[in-house]
C-alpha cells in the first residue's frame, strides 16, 4: 500500500497543471497523472497539444502554438515540485478517506495511491460520427486532429465536419496544406465565433456544404471519398476527398465517476458553484469535464487555480 498524499490530480490540461502549479507552490507535492495517449486522439496535455496557434490565451500578443503552451505550463509545474506521471487512472474509489486512486489492473486489491484531496481534470474528448468505415478509417484519412495530420494532405481535396470553432479553425489551418477544403455542417448555420466564421468564408480555398451529414467513409486501406446525405431534401452524393477530419465536439472523461461523483445529463461533473467542490467531500473537479458553457483554456485554467485553493483550504480545515 502506498503512502498517502496529500494530493492527486487527474489530468495535465490547463486546468490540471495550473492546479498543479498552485498546490506545488503551496507545498502540497502534487501528483499528476497525466494521461496516455489514446486511439481517440488523447494526449498528455489535453486538447492544446492537439491545437494550433493560440490566440486568445492573454499574455502571448502574438499567440503561442498549443503545445508550447502546454509544455510551458508543465515546466512551471515541475519547477515547483509537481510530480507527473504518464499513466492512466483505471478506477478510484471515492467511498472512503484517503481516496483509492488505480493505475493499471482496476482489480488489484490495492490502490496505486492514495489522496487525502483529489482534483478531477480529466478533460473531454472528440466525439466521432460512428459510421462505418470511420474506426477503421481512423489515422488512415480520418482524423480528429489537423496539427497531427495536416501535413498528410499536401494538394489533396479533404473535408471537416462541424460548424463550431473548432471545425472552422481546423479547416482554415489545413489550407496550409490541403488544395480544397469542404466544411460539412448539419445546419445552414454555423455555431463557431463571428472571427472565425469570417476567416473561413474569406479563405479562396474554403467551400461549404451546409444541411449536410456525412453517412459513409468510403475506402479499403485509406479515405477514397464520403457518402453526404442532404439532411433536408434525403438526396445523396459522394464527395471524392481522401481526408476527413472531424470537429463536432467533445464528450467529457467522467467513465471514471459514474456511481460516484454527481453528473448532469449530458455526464459533466456537477459542481458546487461558485466552488469547485463536488458531491464527495474533498474531491473537487475543475476545467472541461465540468463545464458545459465556455470550454475554454482560459476558463480552464481558472478553475484549476480555483480548486486548487479549494482543495488547500479543505486540507487546512481538516487539521
Ligand atoms: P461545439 O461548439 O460544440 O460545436 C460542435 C459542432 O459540431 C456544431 O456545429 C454541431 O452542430 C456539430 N455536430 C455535433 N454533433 C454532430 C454530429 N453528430 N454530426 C454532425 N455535426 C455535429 O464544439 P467545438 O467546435 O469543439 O468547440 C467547443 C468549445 O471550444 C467552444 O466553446 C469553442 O468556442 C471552443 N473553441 C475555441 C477555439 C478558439 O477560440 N480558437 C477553438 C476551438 C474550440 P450544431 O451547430 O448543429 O449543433
Known amino acids: 500500500m502506498s503512502d498517502v498524499r496529500d494530493l492527486v490530480i487527474l489530468g495535465s490540461g490547463p486546468a490540471g497543471l495550473t492546479a498543479a502549479i498552485y498546490t506545488a507552490r503551496a507545498s502540497l507535492d502534487p501528483l499528476v497523472i497525466e494521461g496516455e495517449p489514446s486511439s481517440t486522439g488523447d494526449q498528455p ?8 496557434e493560440v490566440e486568445n490565451f492573454p499574455g502571448f500578443p502574438h499567440g503561442i502554438m ?5 509544455m510551458n505550463f508543465r515546466q512551471q509545474a515541475e519547477r515547483f515540485g509537481a510530480v507527473l506521471k504518464t499513466e492512466k487512472a483505471s478506477k478510484v474509489d471515492l467511498s472512503q478517506r484517503p481516496f483509492g486512486v488505480w493505475v493499471g489492473d482496476p482489480d488489484a ?3 496505486t495511491y492514495l489522496a487525502k484531496t483529489l482534483i478531477v481534470a480529466t478533460g473531454a474528448t472528440s466525439l466521432m460520427l460512428d459510421l462505418p468505415g ?3 478509417l481512423l489515422g488512415h484519412g480520418v482524423s480528429t486532429c489537423a496539427t497531427c495530420d495536416g501535413f498528410f494532405f499536401r494538394d489533396h481535396d479533404i473535408a471537416v465536419v462541424g460548424g463550431g470553432d473548432s471545425a472552422l479553425e481546423e479547416a482554415t489551418f489545413l489550407t496550409r496544406f ?3 477544403v469542404t466544411i460539412i455542417h448539419r445546419r445552414d448555420e454555423l455555431r463557431g465565433s463571428r472571427i472565425m466564421q469570417d476567416r473561413a468564408f474569406a479563405n479562396p480555398k474554403i467551400s461549404f456544404l451546409w444541411n449536410s451529414q456525412v453517412v459513409d467513409v468510403i475506402g479499403d486501406q485509406a479515405v477514397q471519398s464520403i457518402e453526404v446525405e442532404n439532411v433536408q431534401t434525403k438526396a445523396r452524393s459522394t464527395l471524392a476527398v481522401t481526408g476527413l477530419f ?3 465536439g467533445h464528450r467529457p472523461n467522467t467513465d471514471l465517476f459514474v456511481g460516484q461523483l454527481d453528473m448532469k445529463e449530458n455526464g459533466y461533473l456537477v459542481t458546487e458553484t461558485p466552488s469547485t467542490r463536488t458531491n464527495v467531500d474533498g474531491v473537487f473537479a475543475c476545467g472541461d469535464v465540468q463545464d458545459d458553457t465556455y470550454r475554454q483554456a482560459i476558463t480552464a485554467s481558472g478553475s484549476g487555480c480555483a480548486a486548487a485553493i479549494d482543495a488547500e483550504r ?4 481538516q487539521e
Open 66 to 70: 498549443g503545445p508550447e503552451l502546454m
Open 314 to 317: 479543505w486540507l487546512e480545515a
Open 45 to 52: 496535455g489535453g486538447q492544446l497539444m492537439l491545437t494550433t
Open 246 to 248: 472531424v470537429a463536432i
Open 109 to 111: 486489491i490495492e490502490p
Open 178 to 180: 490541403a488544395r480544397s
Open 134 to 136: 470511420e474506426q477503421r
